[in-house]
């Protein structure tokens, strides 16, 4: 499913984030991703999501050659993936299910799939009686389930968890850790970067260790002796680009819009001109383009 084949990359200043790394990992796979700050980790993530390019080297996602896929394509890419962040990233003048539907809407869906899909998947991480609630009403792990909802709205075959349990409690974590666990069980693949060594070792998962570019542990099962301890307090500055927007409020598919510049959003809901709607992110590095349903040009 995802296979990097001597893959370098190096940033313009210099820095040599990742070094002739060669690795695959299968369809329906869990793995974890540790290693200190500034280890690659971080690159290793963008470079899955094409929101980098490698320097050298070729990454194969489900049989797809990125060095070949064209910019325009790119969210097509994404679609099969579904992101989840530290900072939740949740819309806040919107509610649970509206946060959630949003993802669905990226990508074209109708009303009525929405409406059965998304209570479907908030039942699934414990969420059904909050739909109405805004994220500010929620406790940090009730928000990143939302996250984790949003992530698996649209069914993604891919799961990339950037240290999801970052911002909640260690009770919290071992819940969130879980519920990934139990959705992989239903055959999605997921990839979770953390330094949460002690949930490594709980769940007996494929854990990749990356240092100073170089993939220096592959192991099955836990975190090779020694490893924890060189990492117990790594801090991965990840993040991706994202940009809030101001002024939200509950809107239906009439008023998201499509364009090459990506997905806006209407502000107004007399229905504004085109220089009243602002341009935003809720899930993807890039911005979202809105995908017809019957498309499969990525397979």
Same mark, same amino acid.
């Given at each position: 499913?995802?296979?990097?084949?001597?893959?370098?990359?190096?940033?313009?200043?210099?820095?040599?984030?990742?070094?002739?790394?060669?690795?695959?990992?299968?369809?329906?796979?869990?793995?974890?991703? %540790? *290693?200190? $700050?500034?280890?690659? &980790?971080?690159?290793?993530?963008? +470079?899955?999501?094409? !929101?980098?390019?490698?320097? =050298?080297?070729?990454?194969?996602?489900?049989?797809?050659?990125?060095?070949?896929?064209?910019?325009?394509?790119?969210?097509?890419?994404?679609?099969?993936?579904?992101?989840?962040?530290?900072?939740?990233?949740?819309?806040?003048?919107?509610?649970?299910?509206?946060?959630?539907?949003?993802?669905?809407?990226?990508?074209?869906?109708?009303?009525?799939?929405?409406?059965?899909?998304?209570?479907?998947?908030?039942?699934? %991480? *414990?969420? $059904?009686?909050?739909? &109405?609630?805004?994220?500010?009403? +929620?406790?940090?792990? !009730?928000?990143?389930?939302? =996250?984790?909802?949003?992530?698996?709205?649209?069914?993604?075959?891919?799961?990339?968890?950037?240290?999801?349990?970052?911002?909640?409690?260690?009770?919290?974590?071992?819940?969130?850790?879980?519920?990934?666990?139990?959705?992989?069980?239903?055959?999605?693949?997921?990839?979770?970067?953390?330094?949460?060594?002690?949930?490594?070792?709980?769940?007996?998962?494929?854990?990749?260790?990356?240092?100073?570019?170089?993939?220096? *542990?592959?192991?099955?099962?836990?975190?090779?002796?020694?490893?924890?301890?060189?990492?117990? !307090?790594?801090?991965?500055?990840?993040?991706?680009?994202?940009?809030?927007?101001?002024?939200?409020?509950?809107?239906?598919?009439?008023?998201?819009?499509?364009?090459?510049?990506?997905?806006?959003?209407?502000?107004?809901?007399?229905?504004?001109?085109?220089?009243?709607?602002?341009?935003?992110?809720?899930?993807?590095?890039?911005?979202?383009?809105?995908?017809?349903?019957?498309?499969?040009?990525?397979?």
């Amino acid at each position: 499913m995802i296979e990097f084949q001597n893959v370098s990359k190096t940033y313009p200043n210099g820095t040599h984030a990742l070094q002739n790394v060669s690795l695959s990992i299968e369809k329906g796979e869990f793995v974890f991703i %540790v *290693g200190a $700050s500034g280890a690659g &980790k971080s690159t290793f993530l963008k +470079l899955i999501m094409h !929101e980098e390019t490698p320097t =050298s080297g070729e990454i194969i996602i489900n049989g797809n050659k990125l060095s070949k896929l064209r910019r325009r394509d790119v969210p097509y890419l994404r679609r099969h993936m579904g992101i989840v962040f530290q900072d939740f990233r949740l819309i806040e003048k919107m509610t649970v299910f509206d946060n959630v539907a949003f993802a669905m809407r990226a990508v074209g869906e109708s009303t009525a799939t929405i409406k059965k899909r998304v209570p479907y998947v908030l039942n699934l %991480v *414990g969420l $059904s009686d909050k739909m &109405k609630n805004k994220p500010s009403e +929620l406790s940090g792990g !009730e928000q990143q389930r939302v =996250s984790l909802a949003r992530a698996l709205v649209n069914n993604p075959e891919i799961i990339v968890a950037d240290e999801p349990t970052g911002n909640v409690d260690p009770e919290l974590s071992h819940e969130i850790i879980e519920l990934l666990n139990e959705i992989n069980a239903m055959g999605t693949t997921v990839l979770v970067v953390t330094h949460e060594h002690e949930l490594v070792r709980e769940f007996h998962q494929r854990v990749i260790t990356i240092d100073k570019g170089k993939v220096i *542990g592959d192991t099955q099962g836990g975190i090779r002796a020694g490893i924890a301890e060189d990492y117990a !307090e790594d801090s991965d500055d990840y993040g991706m680009d994202y940009e809030e927007y101001g002024e939200a409020a509950e809107f239906t598919g009439d008023e998201v819009i499509e364009s090459y510049e990506g997905l806006g959003y209407d502000d107004d809901m007399d229905g504004a001109g085109e220089g009243d709607s602002e341009m935003f992110e809720p899930q993807y590095p890039d911005n979202v383009m809105v995908v017809p349903d019957d498309d499969d040009r990525l397979g």
